[in-house]
């Protein structure tokens, strides 16, 4: 198996404009999960899907944050309008009992100018 | 609520010393416990976990114990190597809840 997949590895943009970030979890699993880490903030828990239903998205910051599941191989994570301070990488977890054992994506680093 | 409190870093050692990180943890019910570790450039990875009290769970020469009479779950390593340094996260899941994760303490060991 590949792995959690994210896509950009990286990505730059410039305040106000929209960003997405992608994750394809792992074949087979039911849950999904998008975590948030800075260095003054550590490890974020934004929201999390099981089956492709939101269950909890207590952790998403703001109106400007949005985030999809539309099938059970892809996510999105939307951010319109960004900010400075959404620069961050952000993480894709997919698991196959809800959120034990958490296999973790390598990552997107958004800057925001 | 469940919450984990960790060591704070950073620590750093030579190599081949011993290891100790602490972490302590806060839950109304019988949670499982974890460890996971961040690679430089890397997301999480899950280390080792134990699911009850007295359990002690073990990986790459890594080690925990589940204390419930002092609620800890500390992480040890007889001897420490380079390839070690990573972030660390302590964690715990209540009855099959989400993951609750620590903040991480950074290790850093040097040849």
């Known amino acids: 198996d590949a792995g959690v997949i994210q896509s950009p590895r990286h990505e730059v943009t410039e305040m106000g404009q929209e960003v997405t970030l992608r994750c394809k979890p792992i074949s087979g699993h039911n849950s999904l999960f998008w975590y948030r880490q800075t260095m003054m903030r550590g490890l974020e828990l934004l929201i999390y899907f099981n089956n492709n239903v939101p269950i909890d998205d207590s952790g998403m910051p703001e109106d400007r944050f949005s985030a999809k599941m539309p099938n059970a191989s892809f996510s999105t994570l939307k951010i319109q309008p960004s900010e400075p301070r959404d620069s961050a990488v952000y993480f894709c977890?997919?698991?196959?009992?809800?959120?034990?054992?958490?296999?973790f994506g390598s990552g997107t680093q958004l800057s925001v100018l | 609520g469940n919450s984990v409190t960790q060591m704070e870093g950073p620590v750093t050692l030579s190599e081949e010393a011993f290891l100790t990180i602490n972490c302590t943890y806060t839950?109304?019910?019988?949670?499982?416990l974890f460890w996971y570790v961040q690679y430089p450039g890397e997301g999480l990875q899950l280390l080792l976990k134990a699911t009850k009290a007295d359990d002690k769970g073990s990986n790459k020469g890594f080690e925990a114990t589940y204390r419930k009479e002092t609620t800890s779950f500390h992480l040890e390593k007889g001897s420490v190597q380079v390839s070690d340094s990573a972030v660390y996260f302590c964690?715990?899941?209540?009855?099959?809840?989400?993951?609750?994760f620590g903040q991480g303490t950074r290790l850093t060991i040097n040849p």
């Open positions: 839950a109304t019910g019988y949670p499982s």
């Open positions: 977890a997919s698991s196959f009992d809800r959120g034990e054992k958490l296999f």
């Open positions: 964690a715990l899941s209540d009855r099959g809840q989400k993951l609750v």
